[in-house]
């Protein structure tokens, strides 16, 4: 959909909920990703790095281990040693790049469903970390529109699971055929259909 069409089908709703990374956010160009290359340089290829964001990044995610411990694992499984200096250059190239800039078609439209009277939450799968140390810190315009948030590390929870939606209905405070979900990611969009609530995969910047 594009983005006129995201807003009409928000006028049909009583609240809107957003994802965070991509959606508040310019996503990084993964393709060039800046980590393939650093990580590259200590024996963990391409690869590597993507079947160790498959296996652990939902436990950094969900809160379980801490970034440090995310790509230890990683680096391990390829047969490779991460020292600790390391580790705040990794963060930069990873989380720094999710955070570098808010996207601001996405906050010109909160402003003006928040002016028409919508409820509006942010509903992310995000580490306590980044919540802490990145977003609190970074993103007090876009925290200052929003009647709820729900962050996965803190929760203990991720999407697509279902306990995490029902959270959110319940600290936005309306029934999920009253709610949209915009997310970047379809399976997360697809949940939520599934869960009774509406849906739609949201444009890339």
């Not at 006028?11 to 957003?18: E, I, L, N, R």
């Not at 391409?46 to 652990?56: M, S």
């Not at 570098?100 to 909160?110: P, V, W």
């Not at 962050?151 to 309306?174: D, H, N, V």
Request: net charge negative; glycine share 8%; with cysteine.
């Amino acid at each position: 959909m594009t983005l006129p069409e995201i807003e009409r089908a928000c006028a049909a709703v009583d609240g809107v909920v957003f994802d965070f990374g991509g959606v508040a956010t310019v996503s990084p160009n993964t393709d060039g990703w800046p980590i393939y290359a650093y990580c590259a340089r200590f024996g963990v290829d391409r690869a590597a790095v993507h079947r160790g964001w498959q296996r652990y990044r939902s436990l950094w995610d969900g809160g379980f281990i801490p970034f440090a411990e995310l790509y230890r694992r990683m680096f391990a499984d390829a047969g490779a040693a991460l020292a600790d200096k390391q580790v705040d250059e990794l963060w930069e190239l990873d989380s720094g790049c999710w955070i570098r800039t808010l996207r601001e078609d996405t906050l010109a439209l909160m402003r003006r469903l928040k002016a028409s009277g919508k409820k509006l939450g942010v509903l992310s799968n995000m580490s306590p970390e980044f919540y802490e140390r990145l977003y609190v810190p970074r993103c007090a315009v876009l925290r200052a529109l929003l009647d709820a948030e729900v962050i996965s590390g803190l929760e203990l929870l991720c999407k697509p699971e279902e306990p995490i939606y029902r959270l959110t209905e319940r600290r936005m405070g309306l029934p999920p055929d009253r709610l949209l979900f915009l997310d970047d990611t379809e399976a997360n969009v697809l949940a939520a259909r599934a869960f009774g609530w509406h849906a739609e995969v949201y444009p890339p910047a």
